[in-house]
């Protein structure tokens, strides 16, 4: 598929090219962070006001899930309560942070009128598969289970995230599925990771090695999974899931310059295929990453007001 970046994601791919920007590959898992870190105050806009953003400490088997709570000047309430999504960062499942996805989770509570709970599961390769997606399931059991008490209506909680995030996304809401609960009202996936069998077109095009390349999908598989066993278990691969049935609605959004586009266009129309409600919002000129990058990329803001739109819709 022909891929030509938008003017202003070729002017930052190319200032990213000419600052000789490291290659994730050559660096360790704690260097790529810092270097990941560092890299947000270039490319995140000015967060909006909001009533207040809190930390919250929630329970887990092996401790405590750091979590980051955000709350609007102005939520949607309805008998006191008002809506909430759980957010996932991205990040490979070894990157990222609470940090590197505050400012977008700012303007989601802003622009949706919600409250939002980001969590800060835990990474590989220090913690490798599955402990990103037991945190994501036990800090969304443990929202909906706790709802009441953060000013959250639990009929109303919803689950989203970009890359790594959007395949926890996933995996959450099949996990809530076999589980009989809890009951989520949508899901949003920004780029999802949704096959690490990477044989997907998108994944051999030179068009699409922007920024997120081949070889570093690569680079951060081998440090999240234990083997390729590991590639066929839905928790790891949603896509790998047999039946999508019963799934909560869902916002699917792709980028045409990312290895991941083919596997995000093919999970929504499966979800299509299965019954589910979806909304599908595909930019060909953007690439893998452009979400939070609203400083540079006006396109990342129209993404977070229609994603806030359509989980306004929700209820």
């Known amino acids: 598929m022909p891929v030509v970046l938008d003017p202003d994601a070729a002017a930052v791919y190319k200032a990213f090219q000419e600052a000789g920007r490291p290659a994730y590959e050559t660096l360790t ?11 947000r105050f270039a490319t995140n806009p000015e967060p909006p006001e909001l009533a207040r953003a809190t930390p919250l400490s929630i329970p887990a ?37 609470l940090d590197s996805h505050d400012v977008v989770c700012r303007q989601l509570a802003h622009a949706g009128a919600l409250i939002v709970i980001s969590v800060d599961y835990r990474l590989a390769p220090e913690h490798k598969f599955p402990a990103a997606t037991e945190d994501a399931i036990a800090a969304t059991r443990w ?16 689950i989203g995230g970009d890359s790594a995030g959007g395949n926890l996304t996933a995996v959450v809401a099949l996990a809530a599925r076999e589980a009989g609960g809890p009951a989520l009202a949508g899901q949003v996936l920004i780029y999802p990771a949704t096959d690490f069998a990477m044989t997907h077109g998108s994944h051999s095009e030179p068009e699409t090695s922007v920024l997120l390349t081949h070889s570093v999908i690569r680079w951060f598989r081998d440090h999240y999974l234990n083997g390729a066993a ?86």
Do not use: C
């Open 143 to 158: 929202v909906a289970a706790n709802a009441r008490e953060l000013g959250i209506d639990a009929s109303r909680l919803s």
């Open 230 to 315: 590991d590639i066929h278990d839905w928790r790891a691969s949603p896509a790998r899931a047999q039946d999508l049935a019963g799934l909560p609605p869902a916002y699917v959004l792709t980028a045409g310059a990312d290895p991941l586009r083919d596997e995000g266009d093919e999970y929504a129309e499966r979800l299509k295929q299965a019954g589910i409600s979806v909304t599908y919002k595909h930019y060909p000129g953007q690439f893998h990453g452009f979400f939070t990058m609203g400083k540079l990329l006006q396109q990342a803001n129209v993404a977070v007001g229609e994603i806030s739109a359509w989980l306004k819709g929700l209820g």
């Open 29 to 39: 898992a704690p260097e790529a962070r810092a270097y990941y870190a560092q890299a």
């Open 61 to 97: 088997p092996h401790g405590v899930i750091p979590a980051r709570l955000y709350v609007p000047k102005e939520p949607r309430r309805h008998d006191g309560l008002s809506p909430a999504l759980m957010f996932f960062h991205g990040g490979g499942w070894v990157i990222g942070d």
